[in-house]
């Protein structure tokens, strides 16, 4: 009891803290005029929690971004995917201010990072830049919006992490004007049945209870019982979902659960995967949150608990469960219900138990004649009874199909698989392990060969195999050809694709000189804007592009204009 009491004094403490800091603060908003969010801190994703706000930028790209307080740019980073074009500011009030999804910077940083990107040959960057190189005053323009990175859409991604340790925090705890008058909703609420579980199977067996006017009658549940609920959060004038600020479970008016968004690690971010119903999202992408928490869930979140917010009565015992959702701004919604127990209540499924026991606290292995399997200690929220076996290979594969265990159960890191080169022709580095998504299709996994077997990584159990790639990258001149003049089209623009593992590298030359193409991976675009590497001499130049995926197969492109 003493040491629970130290833990939640040491939470209130810190909590208070990050309270104190924010109170002296005074960002001004990133975007002029009125801030509407499609996207909140904390909202579940796949794979991990929203660690910002999403800004609407009216469907557009392009809309100015500014400083939100004096500070200097201490780094700036570049992707094809993730936060596509980002900018971090750091400023003297402990904090750093992040924007992503840019599509374009203002002179001094696109001068800034062309020069690294140059530097480096490479269009992806991760510069760490030096404090007072690059200053900013509150208020100045910093950047375009834009749709760069794995963005489905024109948006603002918005954070603001601790300096000291670059944890997220809740950008909407820091007051910017968003109007949110609007309550939350509970949807549904589930019961799981933790009854005698001997491994994760216990997830199929939930029961759902609608909800009217945030009320439900007396429910029966098990002795040992979790509840789920789905619940959404909503703001004034948009019509976006959000997730929740606070979720609270009180037993007889006694707090045994409180998950409260503030601030985390970005290694916590793959908690999402034990927090939400994994199974039910997989297989219908209704997001449950578990208010039960499975024996290797760490999650900083979790303020407070007790017996990990598992509800234990006994025969016919009876239990007033309270229920309390809320918002940043303290819009709340209640759910009141009265559980009994009763024994006769039984699982509707049966726990066969045919698996492998894994544990999460230990390292797990599978071998056998052709398949090895490595799972890391702690790559599990619990225990669990592992499942493996094979089916005949189909035409285009070059090995059978390995079954390892289902795309249900979560991970919290990756596993390793081994599987024995089989009787071929093909060199090894034209082979891949490939995993089969849900439609079908079968995904690349970053391969190499070791002593006769192929390994990877994978972030989700499922169905694998292995495949050959000999197939070269296609390349596709969308206003480039033979003799092409560019004289008011300040661009080169490309098509390009592979047809399996996945374009690798690319690089353009133009008189031998390499030159900065920008790579858009959802559009299949490479574009070279003309810069101080081609002058406007109205004279020949000569242009290179080689690609390569994966599997080392290369192509190339050579073709003379004019600028």
């Not at 939470?11 to 960002?27: E, S």
């Not at 979140?301 to 309390?324: F, P």
Request: glycine share 4%; charged share 25%.
């Amino acid at each position: 009891m003493t040491k629970i009491i130290v833990i939640l004094l040491t939470l209130i403490n810190i909590t208070n803290l990050l309270c104190q800091d924010i109170n002296n603060t005074n960002f001004a908003p990133p975007l002029k005029g009125n801030l509407y969010i499609s996207g909140n801190f904390g909202e579940l994703r796949p794979n991990h929690f929203h660690t910002g706000i999403d800004l609407k930028t009216g469907g557009r790209i392009g809309k100015e971004i500014f400083a939100v307080d004096d500070g200097y740019v201490s780094r700036i980073k570049i992707q094809t995917m993730g936060y596509g074009k980002a900018v971090y500011i750091t400023h003297k009030n402990g904090f750093t201010s992040v924007y992503a999804h840019i599509s374009k910077y203002n002179k001094e940083l696109e001068v800034y990072s062309k020069s690294i990107q140059y530097k480096n040959k490479s269009y992806e960057i991760d510069e760490q830049i030096p404090e007072g190189l690059i200053t900013f005053k509150k208020g100045d323009f910093i950047a375009y919006s834009g749709n760069t990175g794995n963005s489905f859409g024109p948006h603002l991604h918005f954070e603001i992490r601790k300096t000291e340790n670059e944890h997220p925090v809740n950008p909407l705890l820091f007051n910017f004007k968003i109007t949110d008058t609007k309550t939350p909703k509970i949807l549904n609420l589930y019961t799981y049945n933790l009854n005698n579980k001997k491994s994760v199977d216990y997830k199929t067996d939930i029961t759902p209870y609608p909800i009217t006017k945030n009320k439900t009658d007396t429910i029966n549940i098990w002795e040992n019982t979790g509840f789920g609920i789905e619940c959404y959060d909503y703001v004034d004038y948009v019509k976006n979902k959000f997730a929740p600020y606070n979720i609270s479970v009180y037993k007889n008016n006694i707090l045994i659960y409180n998950f409260t968004v503030d601030n985390f690690n970005f290694a916590e971010k793959r908690y999402v995967n034990s927090h939400i119903d994994y199974l039910t999202y997989k297989k219908n992408h209704k997001k449950i949150h578990k208010l039960f928490i499975e024996p290797n869930n760490k999650f900083s979140l979790y303020k407070s608990q007790r017996n990990n917010g598992i509800i234990k009565l006994t025969n016919k015992e009876t239990a007033n469960i309270k229920i309390i959702v809320k918002d940043v701004n303290e819009n709340k919604t209640e759910l009141n219900f009265v559980a009994i127990a009763k024994k006769k209540n039984k699982s509707t499924k049966t726990n066969t138990n045919k698996g492998i026991l894994m544990k999460y606290n230990t390292e797990n292995t599978f071998v056998n004649d052709d398949i090895k399997i490595f799972i890391p200690k702690n790559a599990l929220y619990d225990n669990f009874d592992f499942e493996y076996y094979k089916t005949a290979k189909k035409q285009y594969n070059l090995t059978t199909d390995y079954h390892i265990h289902n795309k249900y159960t979560p991970l919290h890191k990756n596993f390793r698989v081994l599987i024995k080169k089989p009787e071929t022709k093909i060199t090894n580095s034209k082979i891949v392990i490939a995993r089969y998504r849900s439609n079908g299709r079968l995904v690349a996994l970053d391969t190499k060969f070791l002593e006769g077997y192929f390994y990877a990584w994978s972030s989700e159990f499922g169905t694998f195999t292995l495949k050959a790639d000999t197939i070269k990258p296609t390349i596709k001149p969308v206003n480039i050809y033979e003799g092409a003049k560019f004289i008011n089209d300040n661009k080169i623009r490309f098509k390009i694709s592979d047809n399996f593992s996945g374009i690798k590298s690319y690089n353009g030359y133009i008189n031998g000189k390499w030159v900065l193409f920008e790579y858009d991976k959802k559009k299949n675009t490479l574009t070279y804007y003309f810069d101080e590497q081609v002058p406007a001499l109205k004279k020949d130049y000569h242009l290179k592009l080689i690609i390569s995926d994966f599997c080392k197969n290369t192509t190339s492109y050579s073709v003379n204009f004019i600028h």
